[in-house]
């Protein structure tokens, strides 16, 4: 349905108007409230997931499992992350699993710590495993060491 002197057909209501008029008319105030949006945003608020629950979670992953995190490196810019599994909840046997993560929380990586107690949900991409921190169940944190 097209609106009278709406090009695109699209029915716009007269508040979405005055607020489009007011954009386009290069407001001073709507042009310094644009920069302080963008100079105010941070790193970390780059990595946004929906809220699944965790049954959706588990039903997009191949893989789901719980384990201790024995080995970590950087590989190409991401985590690579090995973890010992000591319960499997889905997808197929294995007793040690490599994922890759991005390397960066503000990109979604998941920080994985050795000796870290993780529950992950992994999705296969050709023959590597990945995950980041949408699909991280639960991360423990280290147990504590008392110094000597």
């Known amino acids: 349905m097209r609106g009278p002197g709406d090009a695109s057909g699209i029915v716009r209501s007269r508040a979405s108007k005055d607020a489009l008029a007011f954009l386009q008319g290069g407001s001073a105030i709507g042009l310094v409230l644009a920069g302080l949006t963008l100079a105010l945003a ?5 990595c946004q997931c929906f809220n699944f629950s965790r049954a959706e979670i588990v039903q997009r992953a191949d893989i789901v499992f719980e384990g201790t995190v024995a080995v970590v490196t950087v ?3 991401q985590l690579q992350a090995t973890i010992d599994v000591q319960r499997l909840e889905k997808g197929p046997e294995v ?5 890759l993560t991005p390397a ?8 994985f710590q050795v000796p870290q107690r993780v529950v992950v949900a992994a999705r296969r991409d050709g023959r590597v495993w990945r995950t980041d921190l949408c699909m991280a169940l639960a991360l423990r944190p280290l147990p504590f060491v008392p110094s000597r």
């Open 42 to 46: 941070t790193p970390a608020s780059a």
């Open 75 to 77: 590989v190409r810019g």
């Open 95 to 99: 007793t040690s699993i490599t994922l």
């Open 104 to 111: 960066s929380p503000a990109a979604c990586g998941v920080n």
